[in-house]
T-cell receptor, first 113, second 115 residues
Framework: AQSVTQLGSHVSVSEGALVLLRCNYS??????LFWYVQYPNQGLQLLLK??????LVKGINGFEAEFKKSETSFHLTKPSAHMSDAAEYFC???????????FGTGTRLQVTL | DAGVTQSPTHLIKTRGQHVTLRCSPI?????VSWYQQVLGQGPQFIFQ???????GRGNFPDRFSARQFPNYSSELNVNALLLGDSALYLC??????????????FGNGTRLTVT
């Protein structure tokens, strides 16, 4: 079975500061990992995905994540936060198909002036 | 191109009632998945349908059922509603969902409130 743990339910950063959202996974098979973003009253939008190719994955809106097998981590980063980045971020894992995702509990990102 | 569309957007039901939620996938997508997102939590997988057949079921009671139609649209049915069924129900589609790793495209969801 696969699972993900997101450390920190709320993260607050200043505009222009580094964004770091943490995700650790547990998987009995080589995992496929995803980051999704959810804006208020909307569905989820894919930021990026790791499917066993390059360990450093670049996504949309300047986000990237690095797969570290030794640390079982897939942390999401962005060098400079923008006000429009304020949203809920979900890490997800699957070992079978991309349709059967197991999501973490989410991290709410707040960006302040 | 239209994205994944879900109807209705909001719904209020009473305990014990039945509800049907509808989803139209992106044109050309043959796989539809349903997720339940309780307030403050991540989405939980309920069902996946591909070519009208159930391809996966999450840990949900038999009160939850779904089906997929020839045009690939889908319905999620929940019987004997409980207060705990109050949640945002998300539908997602993908081109295949079985043998590919195309990401899921989510609709904006149906907010179900059970009173």
């Amino acid at each position: 079975a696969q699972s993900v743990t997101q450390l920190g339910s709320h993260v607050s950063v200043s505009e222009g500061a580094l964004v770091l959202l943490r995700c650790n996974y547990s998987s009995s098979v080589p995992p496929y990992l995803f980051w999704y973003v959810q804006y208020p009253n909307q569905g989820l939008q894919l930021l990026l995905k790791y499917t066993s190719a390059a360990t450093l994955v670049k996504g949309i809106n300047g986000f990237e994540a690095e797969f570290k097998k030794s640390e079982t981590s897939f942390h999401l980063t962005k060098p400079s936060a923008h006000m429009s980045d304020a949203a809920e971020y979900f890490c997800a894992v699957t070992g079978s198909t991309a349709s059967k995702l197991t999501f973490g509990t989410g991290t709410r990102l707040q960006v302040t002036l | 191109d239209a994205g994944v569309t879900q109807s209705p957007t909001h719904l209020i039901k009473t305990r014990g009632q039945h509800v049907t939620l509808r989803c139209s996938p992106i044109s050309g997508h043959k796989s539809v998945s349903w997720y339940q997102q309780v307030l403050g939590q991540g989405p939980q997988f309920i069902f996946q349908y591909y070519e009208k057949e159930e391809r996966g079921r999450g840990n949900f009671p038999d009160r939850f059922s779904a089906r997929q139609f020839p045009n690939y649209s889908s319905e999620l049915n929940v019987n004997a509603l409980l207060l705990g069924d109050s949640a945002l129900y998300l539908c997602a589609s993908s081109p295949d969902g079985v043998n590919d790793w195309s990401p899921l495209h989510f609709g904006n969801g149906t907010r179900l409130t059970v009173t």
